[in-house]
């Protein structure tokens, strides 16, 4: 861990020499306003876009790992650490996507690490090492306590994505209007996450798994052929179809 500094700014440095081509400055607007349209989609649905948000998280996450490590290993060709990270961050992609959990932390896990170095801006082996180390703290808060945790984290996320890239947009760049902005976005986000995301208690779980088993069995029984309830929740249909049973 002692270069661990000079490695986190030699990536630093390698992402902004390939963001100030010619190319990426001619799009600059079109990108920020790219990021505020996915950062207000992650303030208002991240949570209910989890699928989604977890191989985008993976794929960055992979591939930021992967350019540490190249750079560790003293390569400096452009084009190996290009292959590493889009190879790594595939592979982190497709984890998070097939394996629900460690989709869960690998996507908190990332935005723990991506808000730390944010806020900050560590100068040291020690400060780039805490970051680390709360991105492993918030993944394995997420496991265990998922909707709330990733509701704030991808409302955190999405707020800084949103608030930083509009005050880019409206020339507003200075501190006060861009932390004002994220911050707003961030609150915004929680608040409509919160209210459109219920908590689903054990007993909630137990009857989807009950209406999942009885909608397996519906194409052998003739009378329940093809129906799917429709203006009715889950437990009322499980009541129905116990009472069915009974008689």
């Known amino acids: 861990m002692g270069d661990m500094t000079d490695v986190f700014n030699g990536v630093v440095n390698i992402t902004g020499n390939l963001l100030d081509s010619d190319f990426v400055n001619r799009f600059t607007m079109a990108i920020f306003a790219v990021i505020l349209v996915f950062g207000i989609l992650n303030c208002v649905f991240g949570y209910r876009l989890l699928r989604f948000w977890m191989m985008i998280g993976g794929f960055?996450?992979?591939a930021g790992l992967a350019l540490i490590v190249v750079?560790?290993?003293?390569?400096?060709?452009?084009?190996?650490?290009?292959?590493?990270?889009?190879?790594?961050?595939?592979?982190?992609?497709?984890?998070?996507?097939?394996?629900y959990k460690a989709g869960v932390f690998i996507l908190a896990a990332g935005i723990g690490w991506a808000l730390s170095i944010y806020f900050l801006h560590p100068t040291?082996?020690?400060?780039?090492?805490?970051?680390?180390?709360?991105?492993?703290?918030?993944?394995?808060?997420?496991?265990?306590?998922?909707?709330?945790v990733l509701i704030v984290a991808t409302s955190l996320i999405g707020g800084v994505m949103s608030g930083v890239s509009l005050a880019k947009l409206?020339?507003?760049?200075?501190?006060?209007y861009g932390l004002g902005m994220s911050v707003g976005f961030a609150v915004l986000g929680m608040l409509i996450q919160f209210a459109i995301n219920k908590p689903v208690s054990d007993e909630e779980y137990a009857v989807q798994d009950e209406y999942n088993t009885q909608d397996q069995r519906?194409?052998?029984?003739?009378?329940?052929?093809?129906?799917?309830?429709?203006?009715?929740?889950?437990?009322?249909?499980s009541e129905k179809m116990r009472n069915r049973e009974k008689k």
């Open 170 to 176: 409206g020339n507003l760049e200075d501190i006060p």
């Open 71 to 99: 750079h560790t290993m003293g390569m400096q060709e452009k084009s190996t650490m290009l292959i590493a990270a889009l190879a790594t961050g595939v592979v982190f992609a497709v984890i998070a996507f097939l394996i």
């Open 218 to 237: 519906m194409p052998q029984n003739p009378d329940m052929q093809g129906y799917r309830p429709q203006g009715e929740n889950r437990t009322e249909y």
């Open 60 to 62: 960055f996450v992979g």
């Open 124 to 148: 040291s082996s020690a400060s780039f090492f805490a970051c680390i180390l709360i991105g492993v703290a918030l993944g394995s808060m997420a496991v265990k306590y998922c909707r709330e």
